[in-house]
T-cell receptor
Framework: EPEVTQTPSHQVTQMGQEVILRCVPI?????FYWYRQILGQKVEFLVS????????KSEIFDDQFSVERPDGSNFTLKIRSTKLEDSAMYFC????????????FGPGTRLLVL | AQSVTQPDIHITVSEGASLELRCNYS??????LFWYVQSPGQGLQLLLK??????LVQGIKGFEAEFKRSQSSFNLRKPSVHWSDAAEYFC????????????FGTGTLLAVQP
């Protein structure tokens, strides 16, 4: 069964450093998402991406964040200058279409900013 | 604004006992509702979803959920819990906006005792 994959599984970085989280969505999917879950809190939407551009972003997704689909398979989330409060589990998801189509989630990347 | 409430933060049941996890939503139109499960160290796995039609929805691993519009609820049930069901369970609703982002509840952590 096809699945969404994410690398790395864990990332530790120093405050102010740049990090890139990588995702490989399911191959025939067209819509891509990033969510995050701060420890002990709910899963929150960050951004959605379709047709090589951002469709929607939350207020969390400020100028420090960017997304990119550099080739036909990868989907990345970049945090330009990490802050302590960026420590969280970051989930990538993809769906074949939007609307009521199921979003399939990757296993997540746990980011720790020191 | 759309929202999801899971009133139970933590539930403990005995193996073999029945289970009901509560979920209430706030949404103006007919909601698209989902239940996801997150096992320790794993990503979010879809258990079941409701879009329309029969209000009793069957999912994987023996789970079912019932949509009750009058109560704005979408409770998850299982007649007999197995130890492997210990995990965190998230109810979510599709926002219905530009990209149909998922809005999650805070989750219910299920513990199963022998």
């Amino acid at each position: 069964e096809p699945e969404v994959t994410q690398t790395p599984s864990h990332q530790v970085t120093q405050m102010g450093q740049e990090v890139i989280l990588r995702c490989v969505p399911i191959s025939n999917h067209l819509y891509f998402y990033w969510y995050r879950q701060i420890l002990g809190q709910k899963v929150e939407f960050l951004v959605s991406f379709y047709n090589n551009e951002i469709s929607e972003k939350s207020e969390i997704f400020d100028d420090q964040f960017s997304v990119e689909r550099p080739d036909g398979s990868n989907f990345t989330l970049k945090i330009r200058s990490t802050k302590l409060e960026d420590s969280a589990m970051y989930f990538c998801a993809s769906s074949e279409e939007q609307g009521w189509e199921t979003q399939y989630f990757g296993p997540g990347t746990r980011l720790l900013v020191l | 604004a759309q929202s999801v409430t899971q009133p139970d933060i933590h539930i403990t049941v005995s193996e073999g006992a029945s289970l009901e996890l509560r979920c209430n939503y706030s949404y103006g139109a007919t909601p698209y509702l989902f239940w996801y499960v997150q096992s320790p160290g794993q990503g979010l796995q879809l258990l079941l979803k409701y879009f329309s039609g029969d209000t009793l929805v069957q999912g994987i691993k023996g789970f079912e959920a019932e949509f009750k519009r009058s109560q704005s609820s979408f409770n998850l049930r299982k007649p007999s819990v197995h130890w492997s069901d210990a995990a965190e369970y998230f109810c979510a609703v599709v926002n219905g906006g530009a990209t149909n982002k998922l809005i999650f509840g805070t989750g219910t952590l299920l513990a199963v005792q022998p």
